[in-house]
């Protein structure tokens, strides 16, 4: 086995950087109506007193596609809100718990009625040491009676703690009847199996069983299963999808006319954008830009966030300088440097000590679109290498040690009978790895189309599967013929 792992788990240390998250914006927020219909239907739902009410809502997706964002958005924007129109009015108190560590940055502020675990937190709890499970517990408990104005003795233990906790809430619920909790946990699947297990016992469970109170979770990677039949059967479950066109222009238009109004938090020279544009010219930027990172990062927003910022500041060089701006949108590209900037901020959540070995195997695997199984994994390795398909680290039993690594990090999740990696950071190190070393690139495609070739004349019942995954890659091949390293 590759790595080195306790119970089946990464041993993720303290000393690991923190994961890269952009700061939450209300006003650079974008998107997610769906999302957020969903949430405000289910309050009415349970206001209503609907039989048929939805108790969770789990909203997944892959890295960078907003997940904590949007549970930032919900707690401080949406859910603040109070309803006032019929069916029956109900106000909304909203507790944010997040499972991991706030951002290393000046500009976050933890908010009201927002928790967040620490990263000696997170060291302890991925040693396996349930002592601090129930200590952290006690006091996550303990904050929520806070929030709820509820008194308890801070010397409970943690099954009490969590037995009267539950009593004191049914009965808040009962007296204030237009009260609605909402509990929202960000980060949820990337957290300890053992530790959800304490969260689930200890608080998860009984709030679920309670009347008037919706559970809201995001997460990334293999979901958690729930032995709560509300957690697991009256949940509504949606995956996150990319930005289009249209809203990730969306994105970079917000982001510079927040620049354009001299906010202390950008730069000064930011300005020099969009105060010089016209209306037009401005959409035109936006718009023209937002093709260029779909092009580059496939609409991911923290992709796109990254991505945006490297082509805005060529802009901006160019247009201080007198520079056209037709022509200055045409030329600029994102070179290897920034690339392999947003690639490193994607695999920020491998810890460090096995960054490089999966690295490698991310980048054999990448030009893979339609996934793999263990047996594929040692011919693109091999072919990544340069070297024979011989000696132990080309087993199946080292094949299955990287891919648990790739599960346990959640870059990669069983879906269709197949192995897929994270979209967001296959698309990137696929480009990256295009960019620096295109002949690795086109081998890497040309050993798909020839090992799926050989595999449909070999397995006939299986032909036509390997005969779809072999004209793909000759369609990547075909399209490459005679083109240049182009990101526009």
Request: proline share 4%; net charge negative.
């Amino acid at each position: 086995m590759f790595g080195d792992q306790r119970n089946g788990r990464i041993n993720m240390t303290q000393t690991d950087p923190p994961v890269y998250q952009a700061v939450y914006k209300a006003d650079l927020f974008v998107n997610r109506e769906k999302e957020i219909e969903t949430v405000t239907k289910a309050l009415e739902n349970i206001a209503r007193g609907d039989a048929e009410q939805v108790r969770t809502i789990v909203f997944q997706g892959e890295r960078g596609l907003g997940k904590s964002w949007l549970a930032l958005h919900l707690h401080r924007s949406v859910l603040k809100q109070t309803s006032s129109d019929p069916p029956p009015a109900y106000r909304i108190l909203s507790l944010l718990i997040c499972l991991t560590p706030p951002p290393k940055d000046k500009e976050f502020q933890v908010g009201e009625r927002e928790w967040y675990i620490t990263s000696n937190d997170i060291s302890q709890i991925e040693s396996g040491d349930e002592r601090h499970y129930e200590h952290l517990l006690q006091e996550l408990l303990a904050w929520i009676a806070e929030q709820l104005d509820i008194v308890r003795t801070p010397y409970a233990s943690l099954r009490d703690l969590s037995a009267w906790l539950a009593q004191d809430v049914r009965k808040k619920l009962e007296s204030e009847r237009d009260l609605i909790i909402c509990l929202i946990l960000d980060s949820v699947f990337e957290a300890n199996r053992g530790f959800l297990d304490y969260l689930e016992r200890y608080l998860l469970a009984a709030f679920a069983a309670l009347p008037r109170v919706l559970i809201i979770m995001t997460g990334r990677g293999r979901p958690y299963l729930w032995k709560s039949p509300y957690l697991r059967l009256e949940r509504e479950d949606q995956s996150l999808t990319p930005f289009s066109l249209e809203q990730v222009a969306e994105q970079i238009r917000k982001s510079l006319q927040k620049s354009s109004q001299g906010s202390p938090q950008e730069s000064p020279q930011d300005t020099l954008i969009a105060a010089n544009l016209s209306d037009e010219e401005f959409r035109q930027l936006a718009e023209k830009l937002a093709k260029k990172v779909i092009n580059l990062g496939g609409g991911y927003p923290l992709t796109n966030e990254l991505l945006a910022r490297a082509f805005v500041d060529q802009v901006r060089d160019r247009l201080s300088k007198g520079d056209d701006l037709e022509q200055t949108i045409n030329d600029v590209t994102i070179d290897d440097k920034v690339l392999e900037g947003v690639a490193s901020r994607l695999l920020e959540v491998i810890p460090e000590k096995w960054r490089d070995e999966l690295r490698e195997v991310l980048n054999a695997l990448c030009v893979l679109k339609d996934g793999f199984r263990e047996h594929e994994m040692p011919y693109f390795l091999a072919e990544l290498r340069n070297t024979e398909l011989k000696g132990p680290e080309y087993t199946i039993a080292a094949m299955r040690g990287l891919r648990d690594l790739l599960l346990e990090t959640n870059l990669g999740r069983w879906q269709d009978a197949r192995y897929v990696l994270d979209e967001a950071v296959r698309t990137v190190l696929e480009q990256l790895l295009k960019s620096q070393k295109r002949e690795v690139w086109r081998r890497l495609h040309e050993r798909a189309v020839n090992l799926y070739e050989d595999w449909a004349k070999r397995y006939p019942n299986s032909r036509q599967y390997f005969e779809q995954r072999a004209e793909y890659h000759r369609g990547v091949l075909a399209e490459d013929v005679g083109h240049s390293v182009s990101f526009a």
